[in-house]
Nanobody, 127 residues
Framework: HVQLVESGGASVQPGGSLTLSCSVS???????????IAWFCQAQGREREGVAC????????YYSGSVKGRFTISRDSAQNTVTLQMNSVKPEDTATYYC??????????????????WGQGTQVTVS
């Protein structure tokens, strides 16, 4: 059973940086399927949106257009965590950020319905 726990959310000024961490347990890191761990964000009154994705078998990463070049998703193998490094943050990045895991391959990385496992979320406020 996959469990995800996010941490690192905080209030930060525009232009600043923040690192979110997702502690991952029970995830099939050795699986050859196109499994993925992604970060989603949900601002108040808006739908949950894909921010960044890491396909854990291939190492491929994908980003939404609004964060490409500013955010980086990566895995710390020793800690079994997936981090989201957020640089040059903007007020519009304010949202609750969720870590999600998809096991089994297929689908489009930014489709929230694809992910079977979710963390509880961590709040990021940029102001």
């Amino acid at each position: 059973h996959v469990q995800l726990v996010e941490s690192g959310g905080a209030s930060v000024q525009p232009g600043g940086s923040l690192t979110l961490s997702c502690s991952v347990s029970g995830y099939p890191w050795s699986d050859t399927n196109s499994n993925a761990i992604a970060w989603f964000c949900q601002a108040q009154g808006r739908e949950r949106e894909g921010v960044a994705c890491l396909y854990t078998t291939s190492g491929s990463t994908y980003y939404s257009g609004s964060v490409k070049g500013r955010f980086t998703i990566s895995r710390d193998s020793a800690q079994n965590t997936v981090t989201l490094q957020m640089n040059s943050v903007k007020p519009e990045d304010t949202a609750t950020y969720y870590c999600a895991a998809h096991v089994g391959g297929g689908g489009t990385w930014h489709a929230a319905w694809l992910y079977q496992y979710w963390g509880q979320g961590t709040q990021v406020t940029v102001s």
